[in-house]
């Protein structure tokens, strides 16, 4: 797949641009899926945060970007209807808007509905996650951001990209979230770190890794 691992989604014109170069089309002739599940992982999300993402009202514009249409994948009821019946509809969408909540969560879900299994037959596909859904495909998120605990405990995640990411850098709403911080958590981190603000994304396709940002970035291991 092509990603675009985005802090606070699609936030401005950069960003978006990276994402029509990723798709090789106009976004209003593209259809979506978009994951909610990474929110029933996290103690700050609630029903109505993941209605908010699902119906285009979260503040990190995702489904709102003016899509042919938008679909809803939830990855908790794949399990039970059948890869017959829900494999078709991930072939058929240009993309996956994966929002945020839990990484933990959201990787325990990809491994167990199936999803991950079907990742590499997606070549020409476009994944763009919105912090846990960005995080979600790298080695390891760090034991700062783990809240649901998968069974084995650690912080691992996919590792689909060979680097980790701290999102929401110098956030308003989290005070925690600062550069200082983020230098700690990169210490316990073995590969390439990024600190992402809410303006900034990495893009990965073509076997090359960029960063795209109107805001505050930082790699903080090579």
């Known amino acids: 797949m092509k990603l675009l691992l985005t802090s606070g989604g699609v936030s401005n014109a950069s960003i978006r641009d990276a994402l029509i170069e990723l798709l090789g089309k106009p976004i209003s002739e593209c259809s979506a899926l978009c994951i909610p599940t990474a929110e029933y992982g996290h103690p700050w999300c609630t029903p109505q945060s993941a209605w908010r993402f699902i119906a285009g009202r979260s503040p990190a514009p995702m489904c709102d970007l003016g899509w042919s249409s938008v679909g809803v994948l939830e990855l908790l009821a794949l399990p039970s209807i059948g890869a017959g019946r829900w494999v078709p509809w991930v072939q058929a969408a240009d993309v996956l808007l ?7 969560f959201l990787a325990h879900w990809m491994r167990e509905s199936g999803l991950l299994d079907l990742l590499p037959s997606l070549a020409d596909k476009v994944w763009v996650g919105v ?23 650690s912080d691992r995640t996919l590792g689909l990209v060979d680097f980790s990411i701290f999102p929401h850098l110098e956030h308003p709403d989290m005070p925690h979230n600062t550069l200082a911080a983020a230098e700690r958590w990169a210490q316990a981190i073995a ?19 960029r960063v795209v940002s109107e805001g505050q970035w930082r790699q903080l291991r090579e």
């Open 131 to 153: 912090s846990a859904g960005s995080m979600v495909m790298t080695p390891r998120i760090g034991d700062d951001f783990v809240s649901w605990r998968p069974p084995g405990g």
């Open 98 to 104: 994966v929002d945020g909540g839990d990484a933990m």
């Open 191 to 209: 590969g390439p770190c990024y600190a992402l603000d809410d303006q900034s994304a990495i893009v990965v396709a073509d076997g090359s890794t």
